[in-house]
C-alpha cells in the first residue's frame, strides 16, 4: 500500500497557496476564546455599547418593509444612498468634496485593500508598508504574491528619512505605500502634522501611490485626529475605510475612495470577485446612519475607550517588568509594547496561555518574521479592572521568562525565516 | 560508549544503570494484529436507548486540535445512530452531566485535561462511565518519565533519558548540568516536555550550542523536561483497540514528514507529511512492533483504547516514545488511520467501545 498525505491535491495548488500551514500560534488562540483567558489579543469593538435592541427593530423592519430591494441583489458600485452618507461620513474626517461616485462599497476594508491589490500589483511587485503593519493587509499582499518592504516608525509615524532610503532601496519595482497613519494597527502611533506634508510630498516625488487605510481615525481620544492624506491630496491617494469600528464589523461593510479611471476598476474588479456586496448589510447601514444618533454612539466608544486606553496604560505602568516600554496611542484599539532584551514573544505564548493571558506576538506584523521582541495588547474588548489582571498575569509571565532566560541566556537574535505567513502568527478575526 | 541511565522525575543522575542494549520483550504468544487478512472486528450493536457524550475542548495547548477529534467522533457515532453531543469541559459540565447523565462518555480532549487523570477522576466520582483507561492509567501514561520508568522496570525498550524541572537548572547552573546531559546521552538529544502532546515545546538538538534555546522552548510549555537520547530510525505509531476480546494492535502507521521533522505544522496540515499504512516493514519487524506496543499498552493498564509512539532503529527494534490515552482523532490522526488500514469501520469501532464502556458504568 502506498502512503497518504491526506491531501490529494498536493501538487496542484497555486504557488501563492505554499505556506498555508497549521501554526501552533494560531492554535494558542482557540484556547484565547475561553472566558477564563483574559485576552488582549482581538482586535474587537466593543458592540455591547451599541443600542442593541433598536438595532434590532431596525433590521427586521428592514427585511419586513424594504425586504424586495434589502435582500435583492445589488449594484456592483453599492447603493447609491448609502455611498452619499459615505460622503458625509468623510466629510467629519476633514475629506470634503468627495463625489459619491467615485466611492466603491466593500465587503469591509480588507475587501478595498485586496481589490486596490488586484489592481495593482503583479507578483515580485513591492509594497512599502509601516514597520509594523497590519497583519490582514499582509495577508492581501502576499496572495497577490507581493513583496513587503518595512520602513520604520518612531512616535510620530513613518520616519521620513527611512521612506525615502527604502524607495532609493526598491528603485521602480515599489507600487505603492501602504500606510495607516492614524491610531495604527498594531502600533498605536499617529503620523504627526508636519510629517504628514513630508511623506506626500516624499511619496509624490517618487511617482508612488499611496493607500491610505483609516479604520480608526474618529476613535480619538483628545481632540480630533489630524487630516487623513487624503483630505491633503487628491491624486496619487487611495482612501480605505469601513464601518467596523464605528457600527457593526459583523455587516462586512468598508469602502474606498479612488479617482474616477480606477473607481471604474475597482468596481469590475469587485463585480468578478463578489458581483456585489450584501445589499441588506448596506442598507442595515445606511438606516442606521439615518435614523440612529450615530455621532452620539462614536462619542460613547470614545469615552468607553479612552477609559480602558487609561486603565492600560496605568497598568502596564504599575506591573510590567523594567526595559518594557509600550506606547501611547491617542486613539484606536491597541498598544504596541516592546519586551526586555532577551525576551521572545512568540516563544512565551504557550506560558502566557497557561497564565490565562494572551497577546498577539509582534512576529504577526512583519513579513519578515521580525517582532519577536514586541506584542500588540487590545482595550477595546475588556473593561478596565479585567485589562489591569490580564497586565498582572502577562507581567508574572514576563517575570517567569527572564528568570528562564537568566538560567539559559538570551534566544538567539533570530531564529531565521518563518514557515508560514505573519497571519500564522495572529488570531483569527473573531477572537474578541 | 555512553553508559545508559534510568531517569526519574526529580533525581537528575541516579547510579543505577539500565540494560547496555534495548531489549525486546520475549515473544510468549505470537502478536495479534488486526487487518483485512488477520483479526475481523467483533462491533457490537448499540442498545437504542444509547446516549453519548464527546468532551473537547479544554483548556490546553491542544484545544483547536481536540475540537477537531471531538467533531469527527461526533459525526461518526451520529453516522452509526447513536444519539451524542459534543461538550467543553467547562463549569457547565458537571451540572449538565448530573441532570442528564449519557450511557456513556467519550473523552476527545488532548492535553492536561484529558489526559492527566483528573477528568477521569471527577467522573468516576459522578459515576459517569468513559472510554478509556482509569484515572490511575492515565495520570501514569500522561507524566512521560513515569511512563518511561514503567517501561524500563518491563524491560520495554525506551530511549535512555533524563527528566529535570526548570529549577534544577537555576539550582545547579545550565551550563553544568547540560554538559553533564551531553556527556551521558551524547548528540542528537530530543527535548521535550515531561507533559503534552503534539510535539509542542519539542525539539532535536544535533548541536550542543543549541541545547539552552530547545530548553527554553521546552519550559514555555511545561515546567519539566524530558531530554532523551535520539534513536535513528522510522517513527511508527501503533494504535491498540480493544473490542471486547482483548486489547489488538491495528496496523503500524509509519510517519514521513516532508521536512524531516514532525512538529505541529506537519501533524496538523494535509499535504506536509505522508504516513504509510501499513508502515513499510518486514513482518518480522512489524510483527516485533505490535508486540512491543501490546506490551507497552499492558504495563501501563491501560484500558479500551491507546495509541503507542515508537521508534523503529536501523537494525529492525522498536523503541517506545510514549503512549497516549486518548489519541488523536482529526483527519491527519494515526489513530483513524490505523483504523481504515485495518479496513475496520471508524463508528462500529467507536460504538463498539461506547457500549463496553456503559456495561462497565451499569456494572
Sequence with gaps: ?????????????????????????????????????????????????????????????????????????GIGQGMPDLRERICEVMSLSGIDGASPDDVVVTVGGQQALDLLARLFLDPGDVVLAEAPTYVGALGVFQAAQAQVRHVAMDADGLVPAALEEAIAQVGGRAKFLYTIPTYQNPAGVTLSESRREEILDICQRAGLLVVEDDPYGMLSFEGDAPLPLRARRRDGVFYVSTFSKTFAPGLRVGWVLAPHAVREKLVMASEAAILCPSAFAQAAVTQYLSTMPWREQIKTYREIYRERRDALLLALGDLMPAGTTWTHPQGGLFVWATLPDGLDSKAMMPRAIAARVAYVPGTGFYADGTGRRNMRLNFSFSDPARLREGVRRLAGVMEQELAMRAVFGP?????????????????????? | MIKPMRGTRDESFPGSAGSAQPTVPAMSTAPVVAGPATTAPSYSVPPDDLTVVVLAGGLSYERDVSLRSGRRVLDALRGAGVTASMRDADATLLPYLRDDPPSAVVIALHGATGEDGSLRGVLDLSGIPYVGCDARASRLAWDKPSAKSMLRDRDIPTPDWVALPHDRFSELGAVAVLDRIVDRLGLPLMVKPAQGGSGLGAAVVRDASALPAAMVGCFAYDSTALVERFVPGMDVAVSIVDLGDGPQALPPVEIVPRDGVYDYAARYTAGLTTWHTPARLAPEVAARVADVGLAAHHALGLRDLSRVDLIVDEAGFPHVLGLNVSPGMTETSLLPLAVQAAGWDFGKMLVTLVGRAAARGAE
Excluded: H, K, N, W
Excluded at chain 1, 38 to 62: F, N
Excluded at chain 1, 421 to 430: K, N
Design chain 1, 411 to 432: 534566544g538567539p537574535e533570530s531564529r531565521g525565516r518563518r514557515r508560514g505567513p505573519a497571519a500564522a502568527d495572529a488570531p483569527g478575526p473573531d477572537l474578541a
Design chain 1, 1 to 73: 500500500m502506498t502512503g497518504t498525505t491526506q491531501d490529494d491535491y498536493t501538487d496542484r495548488y497555486a504557488r501563492r497557496v505554499r505556506g498555508m500551514t497549521a501554526s501552533e500560534i494560531r492554535a494558542l488562540f482557540s484556547v484565547a476564546s475561553r472566558p477564563e483567558v483574559v485576552s488582549l489579543a482581538g482586535g474587537s469593538p466593543y458592540i455591547a455599547a451599541l443600542p442593541l435592541d433598536a438595532v434590532g427593530e431596525m433590521l427586521g423592519r428592514l427585511a419586513s418593509e424594504q425586504g424586495a430591494v434589502s435582500l435583492q441583489y
